[in-house]
């Protein structure tokens, strides 16, 4: 199990991810709006595709309301989502 630190940007002007800050957040930018729950959901979908898994085996677990967030990979281990991102 993986666990991920990531800035989330909403209603950017497109969907992306990276790079990493100096202290190892990633940055994620989505074009949901921050409202009922759109932006979570784009950022899950958005990692899920990245990492090549699942959305089921992601979880936010820090953060729900927050743009700084902690998202648990449940399928890969710190080593494999380094290399996978």
């Known amino acids: 199990m993986a666990h991920l630190h990531i ?7 497109r969907n992306g991810i990276g790079p ?3 202290d190892g957040v990633l940055k ?8 009922d729950g ?4 784009a950022v899950i979908k958005l990692l ?7 959305p089921a085996g992601l979880a936010i677990v820090r953060g729900q ?9 449940a399928e890969l281990t710190d080593a494999e989502l380094r290399q996978r991102l």
């Open 7 to 13: 800035r989330v940007q909403p209603k950017a002007s």
């Open 48 to 54: 899920a595709k990245r990492l090549k898994i699942a």
């Open 28 to 35: 994620v930018r989505v074009t949901a709006a921050p409202t």
């Open 65 to 73: 309301t927050s743009r700084n967030k902690t998202v648990e990979i």
């Open 38 to 41: 759109k932006a979570n959901a």
């Open 20 to 22: 990493f800050s100096d």
